[in-house]
């Protein structure tokens, strides 16, 4: 049975996927990098300036109106001391009606919260520190 073009296209490796998702060029013009071993059998000189160009991406879910997010730092997750001036975990609250997004650094003893009110056009800042208290600015 003969391989039809849909057939080939299935075919095209997970590597190959992710090199067709570039595109170098020098002054406009494609690069074959891909065909080449090195760089300067692919016409690649010294002082060249190389513009990479990403095709094509998976596109991101969409979110809903109203979320939280907690993002942990990686000092935290491997435990391995740390400054308490790092931030170990972020805080993130979203509400799109509302145009408004909440960030909140926390640190190993005290935590900063920035308010953005997107319709109103302000920021809010809290900035505590567990010796000097905290200090609000808008």
């Not at 074959?32 to 596109?59: M, Q, Y």
Request: charged share 30%; with cysteine.
């Amino acid at each position: 049975m003969a391989a039809t073009a849909v057939d080939a296209k299935e075919a095209v490796t997970a590597e190959e996927e992710v090199l067709d998702l570039q595109q170098w060029l020098i002054d406009s013009k494609a690069i074959p990098f891909r065909k080449e071993t090195t760089l300067a059998e692919a016409g690649v000189c010294n002082g060249d300036e190389i513009t990479v160009v990403h095709s094509r991406f998976t596109p991101l879910l969409p979110l809903p109106d109203r979320f939280d997010l907690n993002l942990k730092s990686t000092r935290e997750q491997r435990s391995t001391g740390y400054s308490s001036a790092f931030s170990m975990w972020y805080k993130l609250s979203v509400s799109v009606p509302e145009k408004k997004l909440s960030c909140e650094p926390w640190r190993k003893n005290d935590h900063d919260r920035f308010e953005y009110d997107l319709g109103a056009g302000t920021v809010t800042e809290e900035k505590c520190h567990w010796m000097s208290g905290i200090t609000h600015n808008t």
